[in-house]
């Protein structure tokens, strides 16, 4: 068995793009509604919203995407290097562990941490 995460997204094609940049991931699969990409060795997906089988609904948030890092230098490193590309939530703070919360275009909340 393969986990695999996905996110309903307006621009699967947009998203995939921008996080394989951001997290120098591989994609494997790009369409139209949905794209695949390969984080070392975890897969994330990315389908569009209203293209979902059985339809959604929702609003607003419902996840976020959580990546831990090995210290407290690296969270403020990708905070200063990421602030600029997401809607800023929580600036760099201890909660569990020393954490910071964005949000990009799709309301998708990306959280990076070090514990």
């Known amino acids: 068995m393969q ?26 699969e ?7 990409l390969l984080v070392n060795g975890v897969k994330l997906a990315f389908w569009q919203a209203n293209q979902v089988q059985p339809v959604v609904n929702f609003e607003g948030a419902n996840s ?23 809607i800023v939530l929580q600036t760099p ?8 919360t964005l949000q990009d275009c799709d309301g998708i909340r990306v959280r990076v941490y070090s514990i």
């Open 30 to 36: 790009q369409q139209t509604t949905f794209c695949l």
């Open 93 to 100: 703070t201890q909660v569990f562990g020393y954490t910071f």
């Open 64 to 86: 976020e995407f959580a990546l831990k890092v090995d210290n407290t230098n690296q969270v403020d490193e990708l905070f200063k290097a990421w602030q600029s590309q997401f």
């Open 3 to 28: 986990p695999m995460t996905v996110f309903y997204v307006q621009n699967p094609i947009n998203s995939a793009m921008f996080y394989a940049e951001l997290l120098n991931a591989q994609i494997l």
